[in-house]
């Protein structure tokens, strides 16, 4: 299989009012072209850190990323992010949010009528048709979600980002948006990474489950073939014994090998992972920014 992206020796540290902090260390991974990755682990360990230097929104302090052989150093289009808030203008429809992405990046490569198939496409893969010239203020948090999906898939990326994309959402809701998302890799075979703390989501949608240590200067600590057959269907895998079977690792690794952060007795340690994850936070408003 054919490298597409690849973390080398991934380290980051931010400065602080009690001094420097270690947010991630020595991080390597390399990810196939159509792999499905989660990125998992307790609070604070650093999973939006990685994403946000795959995004090219941080700068590793140590080591780097490179796709398709040339090195990570800024945003660009070919790294789409899914947000676990959806991040739609408000004043424009659904249609109008996705043609925004779509002429940030095709805008004098593609005619008008092509955008417009373009855009209906996408709107199309994500069982948005219908709505697709409502506000966001007209439609469910669902729908919002996949627009905002559609928004991504529009710019054509080699890497689909997802930042707990099906977070807010209610258990039904998030079960028919994880099929649908199966269904679109399957047939785009796109790249695609994922944060999660949901066990179940992690062992369903994805190829390997990256599980990341504790911070600070958290590391990955195992990753995990998943070897399910697909197309993968949430009740057949209810009871199938594999399928448990990859659960309880990431159950024994998350509860029995990684302690909790706020288990630790070194309070300083918990002051640093909360600033880690502001600078999470600040991350995300820069892209909600770049997109608006």
């Known amino acids: 299989m054919k490298t597409l992206l690849e973390l080398t020796r991934v380290g980051i540290e931010f400065n602080t009012p009690k001094g420097a902090f270690r947010a991630l260390r020595d991080v390597d991974l390399k ?54 808030n959806h991040s739609l203008l408000p004043w424009l429809t659904a249609y109008e949010n996705v043609e925004l992405a779509v002429k940030q990046v095709f805008k004098g490569k593609k005619s008008k009528a092509d955008m417009k198939a373009w855009i209906e496409h996408n709107l199309e893969l994500v069982h948005m048709t219908h709505a697709m010239h409502k506000r966001p203020d007209e ?14 898939l529009a710019m054509e990326p080699d890497v689909l980002l997802m930042d707990e994309p099906f977070g807010a959402l209610d258990a039904l809701t998030r079960a028919h948006l994880q099929d649908s998302l199966m269904e679109i890799q ?6 695609v990474i994922m944060i999660t703390h949901d066990v179940d989501e992690a062992v369903l949608l994805s190829d390997r489950i990256v599980m990341m240590t504790n911070g600070p200067a958290a590391t ?27 659960r309880h690792q990431v159950l024994s690794f998350l509860y029995e090998k990684q302690k909790k952060a706020d288990e630790s007795p070194d309070k300083s340690q918990a002051s640093a992972q909360d600033k880690s994850i502001g600078t999470d936070s600040v991350a995300r408003d820069k892209r909600a920014q770049k997109i608006a």
Do not use: W
Not at 48 to 70: D, H, M, R, Y
Not at 235 to 243: C, E, G
């Open 31 to 84: 990810i196939n072209q159509g792999e499905y990755i989660s990125l998992i682990g307790h609070s604070g360990c650093g999973k939006s850190t990685v994403l946000n230097i795959v995004a090219g929104l941080l700068q590793a302090t140590e080591g780097g990323v490179v796709l398709n052989g040339k090195e990570v150093n800024e945003p660009g289009p070919e790294r789409a992010v899914v947000f676990q």
């Open 139 to 152: 439609i469910s948090g669902g729908m919002k979600q996949r627009v905002g999906i559609a928004r991504a």
């Open 186 to 191: 399957k047939d785009l075979n796109n790249t």
């Open 220 to 246: 990955i600590g195992e990753i995990l073939d998943i070897e399910l057959e697909r197309p993968r269907n949430r009740i057949q895998l209810a009871d199938d014994p594999q399928y448990n079977h990859y």
